[in-house]
């Protein structure tokens, strides 16, 4: 019967055979090309960011790699750790290679090829849904959002996106197969299972997948046939009991996640309106980075369209993607409020990249199918124009971020930094774009019903659509990879290069990095990075911080070390010191000296040869990088060294004009004591008493010295906050005055300050 039924095939049309393996291969090439030229264009980019500057995340990254590389196990400057995810392991080998600018670049062209390879899991996504030309626009799409200017950068998020991609991939195959009982069925699960069970260990955030995949199975139940059923056979009590029984499963979880963790509960119950607002400037962000009508069609795909032919593949990548927004819209929403009471108020698109692709998946049906939900597309687009147009326009620091020329944990703005650079838009104006955009783009995508009979006019304004939006996004990428090598190179040029001259010179032997008064330790971050052999890290006052291990050394009353922070064990295993002029002098053979820029100055650094055991000849704290004393005031101390000299100690407000009182100031020298293991002032010998007003440079201060250890202190009574004498400078420090000291073996020329 069915044979009757069934109409004849036309003599004239020729069999159709299945494809080939060359039939299969050739057709992937359009693929690789897509993957190919974005590669290209991000590997230029890559060559030219000369350094990295997103710490302390690239550094840490790389101490952990660098270690697992040299001994197997993961460390911080020698202290165990975790190696925190599978991208230190994938980066690893890489550090093998002994120059360390060749094995950046290296890792930096492999980052690329890995990040850009999210496009081959979304090609795969979409083609269960569309025609290989829409597959193509999604995958390429995916591989142009801005977020892939981390592809140049030593961050987890190169391996985390193309990977949770791929977990997407495996997901929607997997509850679409999942009612086969056949040997490939099997395999689909199985690997969905397995690559979500991994991927907390590619990046802790990934932990959300699994929670994804079950929700995504949950939601694939309820909306089967069978669930449909059930659903619709309730009644209002069991509608009301099944709200009670979610609601007290949610204050169970909140409950028990409260009372194991702190974080939880401040956000749960002090914090709620944040994750709401913050969980908004992460979606806006990611929103004006893709082009705006992507999220508007991803959430209005959800629902059924006018005219749909209901298939199994639709209905799981429907619950996919509602899994997908929940549970990394949550996350994100979650941590970014978590960082504001720990942090600081961020932007967090960085932790809500990875539903782009799904995004794109969505966009690539509704362009081909030429259809959408009309409510679900006036909801969506009233939430839509809400982030662009007021959220994110009053988010944290300014509008769109505009204030800095790259965000770098919302990507997505850079499009809106650009546009300032250059072409000088203000905020009103980029809104206004933003605006205008979401209306275009509206009439496009509902072109269709109003041209109902204009068939080829509406293929046309989808292929332009389509089009747009991967222009969009990769201006958006580029934009965003010209700031952060802008960046670069203003970072390179504070280090000065040649970049490893510690490495050139101690051929890589340990060394210890001494300095102390540090108020911006990216100059440090960078030096530890270009040069390996630095293992330990330090201060004199505590103001070197991590990541790893960054103690205050214990320091007898000859200035030997007697501890130290150090990933080799003891001090003494250390051949070489950086330390930075003037206040840190250790014992040893100066062999080399090298400039940086810091706090407006240029500063040197000395690489000295240790004599052992390790020795202090003099050090001094309390003195900031522009040379300024806090609030503590500043202090100098010798250990040891010829039986006498002279110390010179010059104060002085040169530097500063505003309208402040003359401040008394008293320099105090007596005997060294070692108090607590820290060096400090023991009985006042000799006090001399000054006063010191702006703009004024006093007479230096000369001391003789009989004794091989002495102790100084300058204390200015009268301090003052730049910013609250002038409100236009961005000073807030609590300042005394410009204090330096030297010492000298024999006696200088010209006559000693008779108060001496």
Known sequence: MSTVAAPARPETEPLRSAPTYADRLVGTFPLIGVYIVLCAVYIVEAWQRITPWLFTDELELTQLSRSIASTGHAARRGQAHSPDSLYTYLTAPLWLIHNTATAYAAIKYVDVFVMTSAVFPTYL????????????????????????VYSSYIVEETLAYPYAALCIFLIAKALVVSPERTRSSRTWIALAVAASLVAPAVKSELVIVPVMFASAALFAALSSESGRRRLAAWSLGDWVGAVILVMGAVFVVSGAGSRYSQAWYAITTFYKHRIIVMGDWAAGALAVGTGVIPLVVGIAALFKAPGETPSRELRMIRATLLAGLISFGLYTAMKAAYLSTVFETRVEERNLIYIAPMLFVATALVLERRSVNLRALAFAGVYVLYLVGYAVYHATQSP??????????????????????????????????????????????????????????????????????????????????????????QFGASLVRPFSWVDAVTKGRPTLYYDQGVSDQTAEWMLEFWNPSIAGVTSLDGTIHGPGPAGEPNIAANGTLETA??????????????????????????????????????????????????????????????GWSGPLDSSYYRFFGTAGGWLRVDVSRREWSGPTPPSPVHVLVGKLAIRDFEPALGKVTRQVDFTIASGQTHAPVWVHVTTP?????????????????????GDCRILGAEVSYRFFRSRPSGKPHKGA
């Open 125 to 148: 996504l979409a083609r269960m849904l569309v025609r290989r030309p829409a597959a193509l626009f999604a995958a390429a799409a995916a591989g142009a959002v801005p977020a892939l």
């Open 400 to 489: 769109y971020e505009m204030g800095v020329r790259l965000y770098s944990d919302a990507p997505g703005f850079s499009i809106a930094q650009q546009a300032n650079l250059t072409f000088y838009l203000t905020p009103r104006d980029v809104r206004l774009v933003l605006l205008g955009l979401f209306a275009v783009t509206m009439l496009i995508v509902l072109a269709p019903r109003l041209l109902a009979t204009r068939t080829q006019l509406i293929g046309v304004l989808m292929a332009v659509l389509g089009v747009g939006i991967v222009a969009w996004n990769l201006t958006g990428e580029i934009s965003a990879a010209a700031n952060t090598n802008f960046i670069g190179r």
């Open 565 to 626: 922070t150090s990933p080799l064990g003891s001090a003494g295993q250390y051949s070489y010191a950086v330390e930075s002029e003037p206040c840190v002098d250790l014992a040893g053979k100066t062999v080399a000296r090298h400039p940086y820029h810091a706090a407006d100055r240029i500063r040197v650094w000395q690489l000295v040869e240790l004599s052992h055991p390790i020795r202090f000849r003099s050090q001094c704290v309390g003195i900031s990088p522009d």
């Open 709 to 729: 250890s002495i102790a100084a202190r300058v204390v200015v009574d009268g301090k003052f906050v730049p910013c609250q004498v002038e409100p236009t400078l």
